[in-house]
């Protein structure tokens, strides 16, 4: 996992280097440079300069542009706060072209370095001035973060440009993972700046960007299905049965020991495509004393049957995951929301962003708007582990905060949640803490949609099912 850091932590560290001899920004203006002319060498650069540090990166590239005798074309928008000496004999480089318009059209590359961590929300004629420079269809290299993007929260402020690539100057910003930031960032590349052996701030976040260890997984000679767990998976209700089919198919390729649906149609005996599923009633299977962990949720519905089940088994001392509906009466009905405030075994609930909304009364939209702060006040107010699905999903405890870098949009699919349900079941059932396990499940979830779509470029049409076995193997690797 990788460090994550707010922009006050990061105002910090630059605070905490402000004396330094090079400057952080002389350092991130050479390390742009070196990036830009690795790249692009013989381009025509055009480097939007803003009115604060974020331009001043801007123009120390620019310096070094010039010195390796690149052609380019600086615009600065509004007038530069500082208006430093420094700036005064950078902009009048003998060679630099300087505008204040947007004459970007004959440049090759564009180089956003308007705003940065400082950013306010744009007002109107900013905002058109960069959907101007958007039109344009170049590429566009972001400095530190693309414009108009907020780089805690990944959501544009209200519009932002698209950037390729975005050069990320001194450490890596949650906002560059999560909600819209992925689809503004493009490819992002982590410029330190500081040695490693630097002192830095407390994480206020970690990325996901790896797997993480399944070691503890392996199979021992001496084991058996009974080491490996019994899990039951709740829900299956008629219209609805699939999604406890994908669960529990899941969570057999997974690993868990022996799974068993609980369903509330009755008329689902087998799953001929999956016979070692065990498929029983939902009331016969809350009765079982040999189980080791349920789900509920995938196809529950909200029938009185499903809303008492999932009461009794708040009440149990089984360590529990909530999904789907479940977490929908957990919203509608206070006194089951008490039930899982009040539980002592582990719970963990994994909604989507129009769930989180439902339980913490507010709309998808404000969920949206802060997903980091969801996941952390849902895991507070209903004493749980948290997995917030959606792009850039967040899994939180009581230890912290991490967002998983895998997964695209081709999973925007009915069933893929199911599938997750059951994958992190079967990890947690088999030995992993709660946490772990969501943090595995999340990301090689993800990591077998991101194989999927190396060669389904356009991401359409990718089946939950179809992830399973890819699943499997990336479990194995
Ligand atoms: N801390 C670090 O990690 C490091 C920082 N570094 C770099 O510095 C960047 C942060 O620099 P920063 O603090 O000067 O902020 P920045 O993004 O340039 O914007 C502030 C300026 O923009 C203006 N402005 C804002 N919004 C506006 C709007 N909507 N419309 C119009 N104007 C608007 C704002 O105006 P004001 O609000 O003051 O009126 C102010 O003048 C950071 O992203 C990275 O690139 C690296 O060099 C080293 C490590
Ligand atoms: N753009 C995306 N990037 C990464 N993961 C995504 C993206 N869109 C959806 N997902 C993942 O796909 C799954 C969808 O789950 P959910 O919305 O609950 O579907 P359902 O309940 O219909 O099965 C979640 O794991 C979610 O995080």
């Known amino acids: 996992m990788t460090p994550l850091y707010l922009s006050g932590a990061l105002r910090k560290l630059e605070a905490d280097h402000t004396g330094d001899n090079p ?34 990166d801007a123009l120390v590239s620019t310096r070094h542009l010039l010195d390796a005798g690149q052609a380019v074309h600086c615009i600065v928008p509004r007038q530069r706060s500082s208006g430093s000496p420094q700036d005064a004999a950078l902009l009048a480089t003998p060679g630099l072209q300087v505008s204040r318009t947007a004459e970007l059209a004959d440049c090759d590359v564009i180089v956003d370095g308007l705003f940065g961590l400082g950013l306010r929300t744009l007002d109107q004629s900013m905002i058109d001035w960069l959907l101007s420079v958007d039109a344009l269809g170049k590429p566009v290299i972001a400095i530190d973060v693309p414009s108009g993007l907020d780089a805690d929260r990944g959501i544009p402020k209200p519009y932002a440009l698209r950037a390729t690539h975005t050069l990320s100057m001194l450490g890596l910003k949650p906002g560059y993972y999560t909600a819209e930031g992925r689809d503004f960032c493009g490819e992002i590349h982590d410029f330190a700046l500081l040695p490693h052996t630097a002192p830095r701030p407390a994480a206020d976040a970690q990325l996901i960007d790896g797997r993480p260890s399944c070691t503890q997984l392996v199979r021992r000679h001496a084991s058996h299905k009974g080491t490996h767990g019994t899990l039951a998976i709740f829900g299956g209700s008629t219209g609805m049965t699939g999604a406890a089919l994908l669960a529990g198919r899941m969570a057999v390729r997974a690993g868990a020991g022996k799974v068993q649906l609980g369903v509330l149609d009755q008329t689902l005996g087998v799953d001929p495509l999956q016979p070692e599923l065990m498929i029983r009633s939902a009331t016969e299977l809350q009765a079982d004393p040999g189980l080791d962990l349920a789900v509920i949720g995938p196809g529950l519905g909200q029938s009185a049957a499903a809303s008492s089940l999932l009461e009794h088994l708040l009440k149990s001392t089984l360590p529990l995951l909530l999904d789907a509906d479940a977490l929908n009466l957990v919203a509608a009905k206070p006194e089951t929301r008490q039930l899982l405030r009040e539980r002592t075994a582990p719970s963990l609930i994994t909604p989507h962003p129009a769930e989180a909304g439902r339980l913490l009364g507010l709309s998808t939209q404000s969920i949206q708007i802060d997903r980091l702060d969801a996941a952390k006040r849902l895991g507070e107010q209903l004493n749980t582990s948290v997995l917030l699905k959606g792009s850039g999903t967040i899994c939180a405890d009581a230890a912290g905060l991490s967002i998983n870098a895998s997964g695209n949009g081709a999973l925007g699919s009915a069933g893929q949640g199911d599938l997750l349900s059951g994958l992190i079941a079967a990890l947690w059932v088999q030995g992993m803490p709660a946490i772990d396990a969501a943090r595995l499940g999340a990301f090689v979830h993800g990591q077998a949609a991101d194989e999927w779509r190396a060669s389904n470029p356009n991401g359409l049409g990718l089946c939950a099912s179809e992830l399973i076995d890819p699943i499997r193997h990336l479990l194995n690797q």
């Not at 350092?27 to 002319?37: E, P, S, T, V």
């Open 23 to 56: 400057s952080l920004m002389a350092l991130a203006g050479a390390a742009i440079a070196d990036w830009l002319l690795e790249r692009y060498r013989g381009c025509r650069f055009g480097l939007l300069i803003g009115p604060g540090n974020n331009g001043g």
